[in-house]
């Protein structure tokens, strides 16, 4: 990566939050943001430009999702209860904020859930919230391709869109009528009013950070949900948030014990790398692999500080080093708790492919 390069992702990161971006993928937004400019002339204009840096992060931050998405993590979402709880803080609806909502595509689909369980016009506010003005304007629209509609229940695909040309489908008035869009940057701009949110979602998001810019927003995430409501991470983001404690396999399927000495160097690991401390992560980790070679959280984590340091490769072999530990029972015994061995492969699969 040339040096231009170089300022030109510290430049979307210190604005985004986002990391790793590939050469070619920074180059691509590049071109479709500025045509004719090059990287250095790029950085020079922004700090007089914020225009130009939005078009920017317009091309460079991820836009992918669709409905339904992740449907089993959706499916736990206690409708009900949320109404209950919004009730008796003296909330007339329930409050929803899906963050990092891209193109709408999880907003939505929490509305349509909303209908089927609360009925009609349901007492439901959803504000969803993305980085990137392009996607907003996706998702105010409405209007979505069979890919992103795939996963929509039958019934619903027939009740609640409305059928357009060349396959598409718009998202009926009854869901639209409970969603709102608004542009927020996670890592630069304030959150929503504090204590305010019964449902709070940020799924795919924090992923793309690093450790201490993670954090970070996580805290702040946590400060918008009120009394009693509930955070909902997706399943790669929760490996991004320091979670030092173990979970036991029950003793009748424990295969052989982890060395003790393994979980106080995980621990280590972890906080260094929140910390921002790339290369005191890695030394830490390192040798916590070496006390246990299958800690399949361990190798995660040593991925994302080599990433962390700047070392994509290192991390790409880390990140399968982590799915091997995952093949072989040890490997599952040590887990961050409410992380399950599909949240790490998940994570990791993700992460070597937006690696490659």
Not at 92 to 103: F, L
Request: net charge positive.
């Amino acid at each position: 990566m040339t040096r231009q390069l170089e300022l030109l992702t510290e430049l979307v990161r210190a604005e985004s939050g986002v990391r790793s971006l590939q050469p070619h993928t920074l180059a691509r937004a590049l071109a479709q943001a500025a045509p004719g400019l090059d990287a250095g002339s790029f950085v020079a204009r922004a700090a007089t430009d914020p225009e130009l840096v939005a078009r920017l992060l317009d091309e460079a931050t991820v836009q992918e999702t669709f409905f339904w998405r992740d449907a089993n993590q959706l499916g736990t979402i206690d409708w009900r209860g949320l109404l209950e709880r919004a009730h008796a803080r003296g909330a007339p609806a329930i409050e929803v904020w899906t963050a990092g909502c891209a193109s709408g595509d999880e907003a939505y689909t929490l509305a349509l859930q909303a209908i089927d369980a609360l009925g009609a016009a349901p007492p439901v506010r959803i504000l969803g919230t993305d980085l990137s003005r392009t996607a907003l304007a996706r998702a105010a629209a409405g209007v979505y391709r069979e890919r992103s509609l795939r996963l929509v229940p039958r019934r619903l695909r027939v009740s609640a869109f409305e059928p357009g040309p060349k396959r598409t489908a718009r998202v009926g008035d009854g869901a639209r009528a409970l969603v709102r869009f608004a542009r927020n940057n996670l890592v630069r701009d304030p959150t929503p009013a504090p204590s305010s949110f019964d449902l709070v979602l940020c799924r795919n998001v924090l992923i793309y950070f690093d450790g201490e810019t993670a954090a970070a927003v996580h805290d702040r995430l946590r400060r918008t949900v009120a009394d009693g409501g509930t955070l909902l991470l997706g399943v790669a983001d929760r490996l991004c948030v320091p979670v030092p404690q173990t979970q036991a396999t029950p003793a009748a399927r424990r295969p052989r014990p982890v060395p003790d000495e393994a979980e106080p160097l995980f621990a280590d690991g972890l906080a260094q790398l929140v910390l921002g401390n790339a290369a005191a992560a890695v030394a830490v980790l390192r040798r916590a692999l070496y006390v246990e070679p299958l800690h399949a959280a361990a190798a995660f984590q040593l991925g994302r500080a080599h990433e962390a340091a700047g070392d994509p490769m290192a991390a790409r072999l880390a990140y399968g080093r982590a799915l091997r530990a995952l093949a072989e029972p040890p490997g599952r015994d040590r887990l961050p708790v409410q992380v399950s061995a599909g949240d790490i492969a998940t994570a990791c699969t993700h992460r070597i492919e937006a690696l490659s």
